[in-house]
Each structure stands twice: as structure tokens, then as C-alpha cells.
């Protein structure tokens, strides 16, 4: 299998939705991404982001020790993860009531998305031992897809960040 599908080819957008310019009709060349926080091709190539897991994001919208340091390490940075987040953290929030629903559509807002392609899930279906989890392959795979631009996977999940560590990537924990 090939090298993982760049976000670019994957495609990454803000809150998981269309454009006016998509919604009109008229599509992007096949592709390209729509990656917001950035004015030109060369900016983008130079923006770091910090890739989101569920264990991450969760902390963002409900309050958990970590959830004061998260925010602070966050502060100012640019967070992204793949769509397979939105309903992992809604699922999570609708166990804490329609105040924990609300703080996750809010903060889904902030988030930038990498779309789940075929070629990210193929190669997800590959990523590490079979004994990686279905879920932490794909984003695992998703963060893998930013290249460069990856700036860290920010997980409390010890498992997704010992595979993380073993593909090389760098792990954040805020505490």
C-alpha cells in the first residue's frame, strides 16, 4: 500500500461543511482541500496543526483535571482531526446532557476536519500491528496525512500515543 493520503487529497475543511461555492454547484478541482486558517497555498504548507483525538477534545467541552492545561497549550495553536471525531464527541457529550451537546457543537466549529476518503481508510486498515484498534488507525492514519504540517497528536490515550510514538509522531498530553 502507498504512502498515506495527504490532507490535501483527503480533504480537510472547517466544522465538516460544504462551501457556498460547493453548495452552488461548482467543485473543487478533484483533489484539493479546503483548509481554512490560512491566505495563501504557501501559508498553509507552513502552518503547524495539532491533531485532536476524541480523549483530547472531550476535555475541551467537558471539565476534567487536564482540561485547564489543554486549553492553555492550545491557546493560539491550530487543532485539526477527521471527521470520525464529530461523532465520537457527540455521543460523549449526550451522556452529560444538552449543555455538553452544545459546548461540543460550539467547539466543532473551532475544528479544522479531515475527510475519510476510501485511501485514508485503506491505508488506516493497514496502519501498525492488527492489534492497533479500528479507531486509532483511522486517526491515526488521518494525522499521519497532514505530513509536515503535522505539529503533534495531542491524545490521553496511552495506547493511541504508543503507536503514535512508534510511527514517529509526537505525543502531547497537557497535564
Request: proline residues 5%; charged residues 25%.
Amino acid at each position: 500500500m502507498g504512502p498515506a493520503p495527504s490532507a490535501r487529497t483527503g480533504g480537510a475543511t472547517r466544522g465538516g461543511g460544504r462551501s457556498a461555492r460547493d453548495r452552488a454547484g461548482r467543485t473543487r478541482p478533484r483533489g484539493s482541500a479546503r483548509i481554512r486558517n490560512s491566505r495563501s497555498p504557501a501559508c498553509r504548507r507552513a502552518v503547524k496543526r495539532e491533531y485532536l483525538d476524541a480523549s483530547a477534545f472531550i476535555k475541551l467541552i467537558l471539565p476534567e483535571p487536564e482540561s485547564h492545561a489543554l486549553r492553555e497549550w492550545l491557546s493560539g495553536r491550530t487543532w485539526i482531526s477527521s471527521m470520525l471525531l464529530r461523532a465520537e464527541a457527540l455521543r460523549a457529550a449526550r451522556r452529560h446532557g444538552a449543555p455538553a451537546v452544545d459546548a461540543a457543537m460550539r467547539m466543532l466549529r473551532r475544528t479544522e476536519f479531515i475527510r475519510l476518503g476510501r485511501a485514508l481508510l485503506d491505508h488506516s486498515a493497514v496502519l501498525g500491528s492488527p492489534d492497533v484498534r479500528t479507531l486509532d488507525a483511522i486517526h491515526l492514519t488521518a494525522a499521519a496525512s497532514l505530513g509536515a504540517s503535522l505539529g503533534a497528536v495531542v491524545t490521553y490515550d496511552e495506547r493511541l500515543g504508543e503507536v503514535a510514538r512508534s510511527l514517529r509522531m509526537r505525543v502531547v498530553s497537557p497535564r
